[in-house]
C-alpha cells in the first residue's frame, strides 16, 4: 500500500487503524521510530520533546532504509537490526488493533498497541496533531 488511507480502504477499517512508521533523526543523529495513527500528523516538537533533544527531521530514505533495515512506506515498527527508540503516539492506544507496515509497502502487520508497546519498549506521548480531514 502506498498510503495510509488506500492501505485502510483496502482492509475496509478507518484510515486510524494503520498504524505508520516515521523514522526521524535528531540533532544528535540519533535515528528514532515515531508510531502515529494514519489519519493523523506528527508534532516535530512533541516528538523533539519527549525524545529529549531540540530537534528532529525526517530520515533521508537511505539513513531509514540503512537504520531499520526496511524502505521507507514499508517500515514495521520493530524487528529492527540495531535497537531504535521507538515513541509511540498516545491517540495508537484508541485503536483494538492496527495494521504497520509489514517490511514492503505491499505487506502489513496487524497487531495491538498493547503487543506493539511490550515488543517495541515503546515511549507513549502525545506526539502527533489530527489531519484537517479528522477535525470535526
Do not use: N, W
Not at 495510509?4 to 478507518?14: D, K, S
Not at 485503536?95 to 515488543?119: I, M, N, S
Amino acid at each position: 500500500m502506498t498510503t495510509a488511507a488506500a492501505a485502510a480502504q483496502e482492509l475496509g477499517i478507518a484510515v486510524g487503524g494503520i498504524f505508520k512508521s516515521l523514522v526521524f533523526t535528531t540533532d544528535t543523529d540519533e535515528v528514532l521510530v515515531v508510531v502515529l495513527p494514519g489519519d493523523r500528523r506528527v508534532d516535530f516538537k512533541a516528538v523533539a520533546r519527549v525524545a529529549g533533544c531540540r530537534k528532529v527531521a525526517f530520515a533521508s530514505r537511505e539513513r531509514a532504509l540503512e537504520a531499520t533495515g526496511y524502505p521507507p512506506g514499508g517500515t514495521p515498527p520493530l524487528g529492527h537490526p540495531h535497537a531504535l527508540r521507538v515513541f509511540v503516539d498516545a491517540a495508537v492506544l484508541e485503536y483494538p488493533e492496527g495494521y504497520g507496515g509489514g517490511g514492503r509497502p505491499e505487506l502489513l502487520l496487524r497487531l495491538t498497541p498493547a503487543e506493539l508497546l511490550r515488543v517495541t519498549k515503546g515511549t507513549v506521548g502525545t506526539l502527533s496533531i489530527p489531519t484537517e480531514a479528522t477535525t470535526p
